[in-house]
């Protein structure tokens, strides 16, 4: 990812030119803690649990708007980042719940007698049945 290259010239107001803004990196923008922060303190209204805030008052806050072809690639790069992120968190789930039920069968197959205890040692059928999720979920 390039760095910004109107940075600073690109720290001003809401663009009115709506040609200059792609709208999933306003998405983002209007996504992050420093403009959620903006809107926090900027909101009002009779009600805590309902702020308001107009049109105006977000378009006249400071943030970033490099070219439109610089937008896009920082699009890209959070769409590609995101996309990794959610991958990892999707094999976690799923090596979560294979390893619950591993667990409620060996709890199972424990009190029930099926699984003698005594003669439970390192590298027995569960640390096969772990190896096999391991290497399921990679």
């Known amino acids: 990812l390039s760095t910004w290259q109107g ?6 107001e809401c663009p009115q030119d709506l040609d200059k803004i792609n709208p999933y990196f ?14 926090e ?3 009002s209204g009779a009600s805590d649990t309902m702020p308001k805030i107009s049109q105006a008052k977000i378009k006249s806050f400071i943030w970033a708007f490099p070219s439109i072809d610089e937008q896009s690639e ?4 959070l769409d590609n980042r995101l996309d990794e992120i959610k991958k990892v968190v999707d094999k976690c789930s799923h090596s979560y ?7 409620a069968s060996l ?3 424990a009190v029930t007698g ?3 205890i005594n003669q439970w040692k390192s590298h027995s059928d569960t640390d ?3 190896d096999k999720i391991e290497a399921s979920t990679c």
């Open 7 to 12: 940075f600073f010239y690109g720290l001003n």
């Open 26 to 39: 306003a998405n983002y923008v209007l996504s992050s803690h420093y403009i959620r922060k903006q809107i």
């Open 41 to 43: 303190l900027c909101a």
């Open 74 to 77: 920082i699009v890209k790069y």
């Open 97 to 103: 719940k294979l390893l619950t039920q591993l667990k």
């Open 107 to 109: 709890i199972t197959e």
């Open 114 to 116: 099926q699984l003698d």
């Open 128 to 130: 096969r049945q772990l």
